[in-house]
């Protein structure tokens, strides 16, 4: 996998390659080509919900987002877990913190 450091909104569809994380990252991309907020960079963790024998149970996957927005800039969290079940999961917005303002 390329590193889970991103600078460019292409780079984290590149990084989720198989079909089923590009379904569940879709609401992100949706977000940041339509929103108006400018993607400035992003970091990728995935993290486990215990083990079997045949490896994970579960992918737990946060998106930490620094974007900007009217001169203010913002860390944005998108999380999902994927229990690999039939059901493919969304990434939600889970944090959205100004870090600079123009105020």
């Known amino acids: 996998m390329p590193s889970n450091y991103l600078k460019k909104l292409d780079d984290v569809e590149k990084y989720f390659y198989s079909d089923r994380n590009l379904e569940s990252i879709q609401p992100v991309l ?36 620094i974007a900007s927005f009217n001169g203010e800039t913002y860390q944005q969290k998108w999380y999902w877990e994927d229990w690999f079940q039939d059901t493919i999961p969304s990434a939600e917005l889970i ?9």
């Not at 944090?95 to 105020?103: G, M």
């Open 30 to 65: 949706d977000y940041y080509k339509t929103s108006g907020h400018k993607f400035v960079n992003a970091k990728i963790t995935i993290d486990h919900d215990g083990y079997d024998t045949f490896g994970p149970e579960s992918d737990l996957i946060t998106i930490s987002v």
């Open 95 to 103: 944090e959205d913190v100004t870090i600079t303002s123009n105020y």
